[in-house]
């Protein structure tokens, strides 16, 4: 007895000496890369035989396919708050991040996203790059506040995915740091790869991914300084993760170190991190955009209670 989802169907003509997971994806409705893990897991026999992906197969050739259940509907995404739109066109929107918003889903992340408040606000995405994470070119930790843009068209998608990887993209950070970075100003030029404990941190590690942050020191206080952060790279936790590594962590930041005491006295309870400005060439008409984000209410609170004390 055959399964539900079983398919005994023969090539077609159309079709006739295509990859397979080419010619399954036609004959199914499925992108590449469904057609591929179904390959790969044996739910596709050609000829009654297990096949690779990359194999070509002959018009009339008959192929046993076993598709997945058909996955349950989901529940229609539902608005963020504060998340603000600054900006939109046909191409690109640009969006300031409310902290506790992380940029897509993620395994073990049930909070709200990115993707998820512009779904609901009615905005159309660019469906490249995997399903989860479609029209991100870049990310923001979700703890992280301040300007992220978000591909709409696929044009756009490949053009700012380019860009980001070239580093044609301007992205400039305000850190409040615990202590007075000694110099004032500098670069850590440091590998980043995982955290050797598997606890989702990240470090500075030998045969991490290259990485680069400058740094140059805005306003100090007495117990810690506003730092103006441009990045190079953009490896993940990658300010948190420099900035600690040279003793000066992000204040707040409990997964890296920073004091919980000066947290609480400021008020914070996430890191002091804000994307400020961000700067590109339109992907569409060259044209050079740059978005500038005001600090949200609980980083000027701090400032505030700062300025107070010095």
Known sequence: MTSPGHRRVPVPEGLDGERLDSALARMFGLSRAKAAELIADGSVLVGGRPAGKSDRVPAGEWLDVTLPPPATAQPPPEPVPGLVVVYEDADIVVVDKPPG???????????????????????????????????????????????????????????????????????????????????????????IGRHPSGDGRFAVVAGGRPSVTHYDTIEAFRAASLTEIILETGRTHQIRVHMAAIRHPCVGDRLYGADPVLAARLGLDRQWLHAVRLAFVHPADGRRLEFVSAYPADLSHALDVLRSES
């Open 101 to 191: 918003v992380a940029a897509h889903p993620t395994p073990g992340w049930t909070g709200p996203t990115v993707l998820q408040g512009l779904l609901a606000a009615g905005h159309t995405i660019a469906t490249s790059g995997a399903a989860e994470r479609q029209g991100i070119v870049h990310r923001l930790d979700a703890s992280t506040s301040g300007l992220m843009v978000v591909a709409k068209s696929e044009r756009a998608y490949s053009a700012l995915k380019r860009a980001f990887r070239e580093r044609g993209v301007d992205k400039i950070y305000h850190a409040l740091v615990q202590g007075h970075p000694d110099p004032l100003r500098g670069t850590v030029d440091a590998p």
